[in-house]
């Protein structure tokens, strides 16, 4: 079975400044993709990022970008000029693309706080 | 439409009623799937449809909870005899053929009294 452990339950950042929230995961196939959502108070699930395990180069999308190390299954997700905007829970998630396609595993979350 | 879409937005209920949640995906999506999401936590999956059938429905808890797609496009999931256990909110998603990205609703949530 796949795991997704998330080790910071909160963290903080000032505007403006970086931070990088950590995402490990245990599994033993080689085909398979690995998310960010964010969770606003709203509770929709809103997706940041997405990485596909067979591609080398890390995924970025605008202020958002992973460092993806497939031997380590680590995924974290760096947000560069934090904005208040971007306050909520985050949540790392791995879906499997060969016998548990369609089923996601999601960490706990952590809670990011943006600072004025 | 243009989003996924959950009603109700929360449901209250007592204690060994039945209740009822429904879901509307993206139209054209084929699979559908539904999680579980506790205070505090991330959400955990509880079945997936592919067209009207369930592919994977490993994550229902128990017998109580049950869920229906019959012309794979809606689905509704039922929970009979509610315990205060169930209380979580109860996420959709949807997607093209299984294909990543899962386009999540706003969720219902779930109070038993």
């Known amino acids: 079975a796949q795991t997704v452990t998330q080790s910071q339950p909160e963290m903080s950042v000032q505007e403006a400044e970086t931070v990088t929230l950590s995402c490990t995961y245990d599994t033993s196939e080689n085909n398979y993709y690995l998310f960010w959502y964010k969770q606003p108070p709203s509770r929709q699930m809103i997706l940041v990022i997405r990485q596909e395990a067979y591609k080398q180069q890390n995924a970025t999308e605008n202020r958002f970008s992973v460092n993806f190390q497939k031997a380590a299954k680590s995924f974290s997700l760096k947000i560069s000029d934090s904005q208040l905007g971007d306050t909520a829970m985050y949540f790392c998630a791995f879906m499997g693309s060969n016998t548990n396609a369609g089923k996601s595993t999601f960490g706990d979350g952590t809670t990011l706080t943006v600072k004025p | 439409g243009a989003g996924v879409s959950q009603t109700p937005s929360n449901k209250v209920t007592e204690k060994g009623k039945y209740v009822e949640l429904r879901c509307d995906p993206i139209?054209?999506?084929?699979?559908l799937y539904w999680y579980r999401q506790s205070l505090g936590q991330g959400p955990e999956f509880l079945i997936y449809f592919q067209g009207t059938g369930a592919a994977d429905d490993s994550g229902l808890p128990n017998d109580r909870f049950f869920a229906v797609r019959p012309e794979g496009s809606v689905s509704t999931l039922k929970i009979q005899r509610t315990e205060r256990g169930d209380s979580a909110v109860y996420l959709c998603?949807?997607?093209?053929?299984?294909?990543?990205?899962?386009?999540f609703g706003n969720g219902t949530r779930l109070t038993v009294t």
């Open positions: 998603a949807s997607s093209f053929d299984r294909r990543p990205p899962l386009h």
């Open positions: 139209s054209g999506h084929t699979a």
